[in-house]
């Protein structure tokens, strides 16, 4: 602590007053400057901040310094500041920003503000507002108290800006033991963010009259007393041909349906409504796939729906396209729920002992599985499958190994109506149904991936049940249909209104 003792004395005013040869005394206002006596960022305070009195470094829980020099003007970076509903547009970490007394949806001078962030609710208030220069804001939320800083400095390249953020309180002591750097990665995150946003707002010479976005991708039926909807995370375009195990037969199939290639592989999850929970079916890709995907959280708000609702997860299978979504920059998006996935999976990507003999491929998925579904294993929210069985009332795992030793369908069930979501049976519907042996190249086991995709066609078009299906086009939902030797995909009838989805 205190290394520099004249330094510190000057700039913040903390009083420490030596008794003894060996033996400090504290004041009640350096106690918060102890808790930072680890923290990277507190040499770096900067002495240009205002800061409300009880906010200061040194009343501290926990505390973060980040800056960054942006190479635009600070009057083009201040916009993004104070567009606070576009936040969660550019900044992943923030969410369901609302303003509460704004006539123009901007920040001012004492704007009220509630949103989510580092998956916590919180309720703000602008406390210092000096235009393309600086703004401050308190935060509030459970067992915490924040303020929070900008300030933009001109600089010869463009604009430094620099954050700073103290907060307070049981909470905040709490987050500082669990994950001592996570504000100041969420922070990093925040200015990397802005830094794309303003990049990509110079490099669009030619904006569109309005913007290219499609609708809010979500579809809502019942299932007996269940509320489904179906959510779209995106779409991952992929030469099928370079993926699929019979390339003649992937470019002869796309012709003969007139698609051309890369074909637009939708990524769907579920959203269950039980009445008693809240399930949650496949987290979409998260930040790992790209512009065209990571929009789950979108859709799911769009819905009606915040991620902090969600209760129980339950995951198809670790691959990035389904487990990606559950942490953005290291921070778990959904922090009230409960993961449930096969141990045959969790021990396959994340747990395992030793990676030396996989393949590159392999390991970056390994490392994905272990940023992305690691925070809930430190949280103690996974939840192994062992076996087939009920996970909450009315839904049940089905094992389906091959594509990943752990692949599992869930069954959803209601009022004697059924859905079975799987994952990955299917990555592309043009020429799996009608060749059932064409295995892709993310099968960790395309022999078995082959066999039990067999099965499982031959078992639900018999049965005629109602399948979800992660990478059919969205919403992915429709029936299989035997026809001959070789099967057919029939999607559901499109409803305007809110109706049963398996009405048998
Ligand atoms: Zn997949």
Partial sequence: MCSNHKQFTVTLGCA??????????????????????????????????????????????????????????????????????????????????????????????????????????????????APSSRIGWFGYGTGMSAYHTFLLLPAPEGCRVVTEEVVTGSGAIEFRKTDPGAMHRGHDLWLSSLQNALSRSTSDATKPLSPKSQAPGFYRAMLGSFEVTALSDGTAPRHVDKILSKPDIAVSEYAADHEMEPIDLSINAYLINTGAHLVLIDTGAGELFGATSGLLVTNLEAAGYRPEQIDTILLTHIHADHSGGLSIGGFREFPKATVYVDERDLEFFVTRKDDSNESEARITSIKQSRATVGP??????????????????????????????????????????????????????????????????????????????????QLVSDKGWLVGSEHISFPGLGHVRKVGSVYQWVPIPYSATVTELDPK
């Fill in 376 to 457: 809930y294993l430190e949280g103690k929210q996974i939840s192994a499958i062992k076996q087939n069985g009920e996970i909450v009332s009315g839904i049940t795992s089905r094992s389906q190994p091959g594509h990943t030793p752990g692949h599992t369908a869930f069954l959803v069930q209601s009022e004697g109506h059924g859905l079975l979501v799987w994952g990955d049976i299917i990555h592309s519907s043009e020429v799996q149904f009608e060749h059932p042996e064409v295995t892709v190249q993310y099968d960790v086991d395309a022999g078995q991936a082959a066999q039990t995709r067999s099965q499982q066609l």
């Fill in 16 to 129: 420490v007053t030596v008794l003894t040869a060996g033996m400090l005394m504290v004041t009640p206002t350096a106690l918060g400057q102890m808790s930072q006596i680890n923290n990277p960022d507190w040499s770096l305070r900067s002495p240009a901040i205002h800061w409300p009195t009880g906010h200061t470094p040194a009343d501290a829980d926990l505390f973060a310094h980040n800056e960054l020099l942006i190479h635009s003007a600070c009057s083009s970076v201040w916009p993004y500041l104070v567009d606070a509903q576009t936040w969660p547009d550019w900044y992943p970490n923030s969410h369901n920003v609302k303003l509460l007394n704004s006539s123009d949806g901007k920040l001012h001078q004492d704007t009220r503000f509630a949103w989510n962030t580092f998956g916590v609710h919180i309720e703000s208030r602008v406390h210092e507002f």
